[in-house]
């Protein structure tokens, strides 16, 4: 009993030592937990703890590693500024009101409140941490491309809706997903994506043993090729031409007279759904690549129709 310690610092400060016993069954308790069980202090109920992990020194109620777990705060301390940094933030500090969350600073300058377990089972899965500051500016970037303005939440509540201004100065709420998309109809003056520029394309698309050619319309041919068809990264695939037209109304019209073109006149062109199957998201439009060269044609007529400028390559 002679070389106990006659203080202890715990945070910074100095406890004397109580000369009070420590009982088998503490020590016991205490090594259970991970723990030295060094003295007492402060008063008759409190031990004394060493983490053998960390070597920190803390005030623990007897009771607590006598009958329950002692857990070493500088140590989950540790591992949570760890999950933070696999995450690449850093912790500021726990959350004054519930124990269960924390302050972080992202890597965009961003300070976000999280829950501790959360961000471990983030870092675990190498996961990234979602900013609610920069999700809203992206959406505000996307309502901007359509000539939209992100006002804020939604006034509905719904979720997944924000509401957004038109430049005519209407308000409304949208779905977040549309607007990514530039699909809303604007209430005020009407304006409507179907009055939007919009363009009949041809893609080529080198399914395995089965060179195809879909022919269809869109406002964003690139993004309908890359994200829309579902189909598999390895496959070659190419937008060949896309033609403008003023509005989406205006390609689908011509986008079907093409489809029944070539049903009535060139039925072998087609390939069914049956043969390609799921390998492109869509339910026709599909043709053999070389029905290339009378695709090419009625683009042709379409372009020399409206007069536009065209783009092939
Ligand atoms: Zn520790
Ligand atoms: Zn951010
Ligand atoms: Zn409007």
Redesign the pocket.
């Known amino acids: 009993m002679n070389d106990f310690p006659t203080s202890f610092v715990i945070d910074g400060v100095v406890h004397p030592a109580l000369p009070m016993p420590l009982k088998p069954s503490w020590i016991e308790g205490a090594a259970d937990d991970g723990f030295d069980l060094i003295g007492r202090a402060w008063d008759r109920y409190h031990g004394v703890l060493r983490c053998r992990t960390c070597k920190a020194v803390s005030l623990t109620r007897i009771n607590v590693f006598r009958d329950r777990t002692a857990l070493c705060r500088a140590c989950i301390r540790d591992r949570r500024e760890a999950d933070a940094a696999t995450l690449g933030a850093e912790l500021l500090g726990p959350d004054s009101r519930d124990r269960h969350y924390g302050h972080y600073l992202l890597s965009c300058g961003h300070i976000v409140r999280r829950q501790f377990h959360r961000m471990t089972t983030a870092a675990a899965g190498g996961h990234a941490i979602d900013c609610e500051t920069c999700r809203e500016v992206r959406y505000a970037d996307e309502a901007c491309a359509y000539g939209w303005t992100l006002v804020g939440p939604a006034t509905s509540g719904r979720s997944g809706y924000r509401r957004y201004r038109?430049?005519?100065?209407?308000g409304q709420d949208i779905s977040i997903g549309n607007m990514a998309w530039g699909d809303c109809s604007?209430g005020?003056?009407?304006?409507d994506w179907s009055g939007q520029p919009s363009f009949v394309y041809l893609f080529r698309i080198d399914l395995a043993g089965l060179p195809v050619v879909k022919l269809g319309y869109s406002a964003r041919p690139a993004k309908r090729l890359r994200h829309q068809l579902g189909i598999d990264r390895a496959v070659r695939t190419e937008v060949l031409r896309v033609v403008p037209l003023a509005s989406g109304n205006l390609a689908v019209r011509d986008e079907s007279a093409c489809h029944r073109h070539m049903r009535a006149r060139h039925p072998g062109a087609i390939v069914p759904k049956a043969v390609f199957g799921d390998a492109i998201n869509t339910q026709g439009e599909i043709y053999h690549a070389t029905a290339l060269p009378v695709l090419q044609a009625l683009l042709d007529r379409i372009a020399a129709r409206h007069g536009g400028p065209d783009s092939s390559g």
């Open positions: 038109h430049g005519c100065g209407h604007c005020g003056c009407g304006t």
